[in-house]
């Protein structure tokens, strides 16, 4: 008999469902929710009561998709977190009563261990051991991936995520929510010719909080002498403040693989789709023989796939939760 298993995500601000048949993906559907843009961030409240709307014709949709049945589904995987707690509640209470319903097991998935493993989406798929760079708006972290449900963090942010570096800059640029997108785009017109302060941590953590302090302090500096001095240099400020950023990140993954003398190195989440960024992995790993994976953005960026690929691994396992299962918020790997 086939194994269907159905992944459900709503850890942040997307609704996800995918199905999943003996490892290989059959759908992966997501609703983004738009309504957050004009607050410049994820309003927690307003992502809840979206997800309530969305988690229903999601997956809908994803079943229909796969070309199932709901009887033929074995198991369902959602997201116990870390995330949103009001978020987070609509998928564990919606997997509750679907898994009532159906008498089907359900499995608990950490959303950074899903991350990881959305490597194993699609092929090419990394081998074992391999360190893995998981960067989005609420995550920067370094894994070191022993097996498909054995992994240590080597290190994570202390303050800001990557993702969060990219936005708040933005903010103060002017620029929409969310604006890792925009200075993408903005920086390939431009060149980094300002600098500003770098994090200085011994070991394998990150931090980006100063960054933006420095950031801020330089444009109130110069907007002193030129009001206009956001609007005139914009591109060249875009691909200055990428280039820090994935200068901080760059610095720590070369360490990890010269610390652990892994040369699988994969990347992950939302940021991962920087078109600096790759370059940069690509480029640094051309240099040091890394092979190097990243997912198609569908699969970087939070999606419910990620979530059936690991609920298909703890399937195997019969690693299965009660009724009696809530979400955590701070969850760890
Ligand atoms: O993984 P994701 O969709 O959601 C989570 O935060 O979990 O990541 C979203 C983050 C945002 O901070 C967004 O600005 C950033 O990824 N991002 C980018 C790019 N595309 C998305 N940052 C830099 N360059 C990009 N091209
Ligand atoms: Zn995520």
Same mark, same amino acid.
């Given at each position: 008999m086939k194994i269907n298993i159905l992944g459900i995500e709503s850890s942040c601000d997307d609704t996800s469902a995918s199905i999943l048949q003996d490892g290989n993906i059959l759908s992966n559907i997501t609703a983004t929710q738009e309504a957050h843009k004009e607050y410049g961030g994820v309003v927690p409240e307003v992502a809840s009561r979206a997800h309530q709307q969305n988690i229903i014709p999601v997956v809908d949709l994803a079943i229909k998709k796969a070309g199932i %049945?709901?009887?033929?589904?074995s198991a369902i995987a959602f997201t116990? =977190?870390? =995330?949103?707690m009001g978020s987070l509640l609509v998928g564990v209470s919606f997997a509750k009563a679907f898994a009532l319903s159906l008498d089907i097991p359900m499995i608990e998935v950490n959303h950074m261990q899903a991350h990881v493993l959305a490597h194993f989406a699609e092929d090419p798929k990394p081998d074992f051991p391999f360190l893995c760079l998981t960067v989005s708006g609420g995550h920067t972290q370094i894994v070191k991936v022993n097996d498909y449900l054995d992994m240590e963090v080597l290190g994570t942010t202390i303050d800001d995520a990557a993702g969060e570096a990219f936005d708040k800059t933005g903010k103060l640029l002017g620029l929409d929510y969310p604006a890792g997108p925009v200075i993408d785009k903005l920086a390939k017109k431009g060149e980094a010719i300002f600098s500003f302060a770098e994090p200085n941590l011994p070991n394998l953590d990150f931090s980006f909080s100063g960054l933006k302090t420095s950031i801020l302090y330089f444009l109130k500096k110069q907007i002193k002498t030129n009001p206009d001095f956001i609007q005139e240099n914009l591109n060249d400020i875009c691909a200055s403040v990428q280039s820090a950023i994935i200068k901080s990140l760059m610095i720590k993954i070369i360490k990890a693989t010269e610390e652990?003398?892994?040369?699988e190195v994969a990347v992950a989440g939302g940021? %991962?789709?920087?078109s600096g960024l790759r370059n940069a992995i690509e480029t640094e790993g051309g240099k040091r023989g890394w092979k190097t994976y990243i997912p198609k953005l569908e699969y970087c960026t939070d999606n419910a796939a990620m979530i059936a690929v690991t609920g298909y691994r703890k399937y195997l396992k019969k690693e299965f939760v009660g009724q009696e299962i809530t979400p955590e918020a701070r969850l760890k790997i």
């Open positions: %049945s709901k009887n033929e589904i116990r =977190g870390p =995330g949103l652990t003398g892994i040369k940021v %991962s789709a920087n």
